[in-house]
């Protein structure tokens, strides 16, 4: 067990709909990844937020945003949804911002999200 | 820009048998890597790291991964296979300049048989 939670496990919902994602990261962990992992993209980085603060921006569509609150944890909201966006969304967590990045990052068992 | 290359999709190897899988990458400055093995249906697991030093890193369950500058490589090894072991490894990268974002190979699916 990574410490890191993620609800809800699976996800199935229709094209045109939104939905949230949420995220819990291990205990004293400032910063949180998201990733996307799909057979046809792989492990793909989405975005990173530290102590509350967007960090990073990876292959992040606009439809899909993500917010960190004062209690560390996360939320993935994604929009419009399309049934490409059917994957498995992963959390992370670790306890740097990134530019010290020999820190590893502690995974979550992932949300499996299905649109139809 | 960075990237990892791992060669082979699937590796096959009998139990007891010593495994190796492939991990190349490029990064502009030096290198932090890492190795993560995914079980079905869950998140990935860290199991080993370079930063700096000892080119022969030690990680978790046996495993084991060294560092080859001249050849830009980080293969993981194990000396004697468990069927256990069967599970999808991601080799990533970072460079250590600046944020530069973790960037993962598309994994090895590693099969031991009994």
């Known amino acids: 067990d990574s410490g890191v939670t993620q609800t809800p496990k699976h996800l199935i919902t229709a094209t045109g709909q939104r939905v949230t994602l949420r995220c819990s990261p291990r205990?004293?962990?400032?910063?949180v990844y998201w990733y996307q992992q799909s057979l046809d993209q792989g492990l793909q980085f989405l975005i990173q937020?530290?102590?509350?603060?967007?960090?990073a921006k990876g292959n992040i569509l606009e439809r899909f945003s993500a917010q960190q609150f004062p209690d560390l944890h996360s939320e993935l909201n994604l929009s419009s949804l399309e049934l490409g966006d059917s994957a498995l969304y992963f959390c992370a967590s670790s306890s740097t911002a990134g530019t010290s990045g020999e820190r590893e990052q502690f995974f979550g068992p992932g949300t499996r999200l299905t649109v139809l | 820009a960075q990237s990892v290359a791992q060669p082979e999709d699937q590796v096959n190897v009998a139990e007891g048998n010593p495994l190796t899988v492939k991990c190349t990458y490029s990064v502009s400055g030096n290198p932090y890597l890492f190795w993560y093995v995914q079980y079905p249906n869950r998140g990935l697991q860290f199991l080993l790291k370079?930063?700096?030093?000892?080119?022969l890193v030690k990680g978790s369950y046996g495993f084991e991964a060294e560092f080859n500058k001249s050849q830009t490589s980080f293969h993981l090894k194990k000396p004697s296979a468990l069927v256990s072991d069967s599970a999808l490894y991601f080799c990533a990268v970072r460079s250590n300049t600046g944020f530069q974002k973790l960037v993962f190979g598309t994994g090895t699916r590693l099969l031991v048989s009994p």
């Open positions: 370079y930063i700096t030093g000892d080119n």
């Open positions: 937020y530290y102590n509350g603060e967007e960090r």
């Open positions: 205990s004293g962990d400032l910063s």
